[in-house]
């Protein structure tokens, strides 16, 4: 997350050197990225809507099927329940989050005739950008724990292919692109 971070201060320092006329692709930006951090609450919250449904249906006929090769008692059942519709949760207050911060840059970045210090731009958009990432992660982990309703076999497959292709991603020490003022 370092070289994000430093590309997302390097931005708001380009943005917020610029006129306010022309800071429209910015808020657009800015924008998209609040769009888009309301959906994925949204279906955070609608999908931790249906777990508490699925949760509240007394007949577990699916968990009785021979495909299923793992502990299916009630008790493990609801265990992985709650810790699958904590991982949505979890997600949603990251996402929601990451629109408030998102929300807080855009008021800032579109504050007329005024001096906004370009660290307090600097941290709302770092804010966010660390929420949406959190968010993320929550759903990436809400997969997981999908699969171990199907056994500790899938979720256990499923744990590797994350952990290796997040070691992959998070461990590139090459920026995306230079940044080089002018």
Same mark, same amino acid.
Request: with cysteine.
């Given at each position: ?25 910015? %808020? ?11 959906? %994925? $609450? ?10 508490? $449904?699925?949760? $509240? ?16 008692? &009630? ?36 504050? &007329? ?28 982990? $809400? %997969? ?9 076999? &899938? ?19 090459? &920026? ?7």
């Amino acid at each position: 997350m370092g070289f994000e971070n430093n590309d997302k201060r390097i931005w708001v320092e380009r943005i917020m050197q610029a006129y306010k006329r022309d800071v429209s692709i910015a %808020l657009s930006v800015i924008q998209s990225n609040t769009t888009t951090a309301t959906f %994925l $609450a949204s279906v955070s919250l609608t999908l931790c809507s249906l777990i508490g $449904a699925w949760i $509240a249906n007394i007949s577990n006929i699916f968990f009785q099927s021979q495909l299923i090769y793992c502990d299916t008692s &009630p008790n493990t059942i609801s265990i992985k329940y709650i810790c699958l519709l904590t991982s949505f949760l979890v997600a949603f207050s990251c996402f929601v989050q990451s629109a408030r911060h998102f929300v807080h840059a855009n008021y800032l970045i579109s504050t &007329p005739d005024s001096f906004i210090p370009v660290s307090s731009v600097e941290i709302a958009v770092i804010r966010g950008g660390d929420f949406w990432s959190l968010g993320r992660r929550a759903l990436y982990f $809400a %997969l997981d724990l999908l699969l171990w309703f199907f056994g500790p076999i &899938p979720m256990f497959i499923c744990s590797v292919v994350m952990v290796l292709v997040f070691h992959y991603l998070d461990s590139d020490s090459r &920026p995306l692109h230079s940044n080089q003022y002018r």
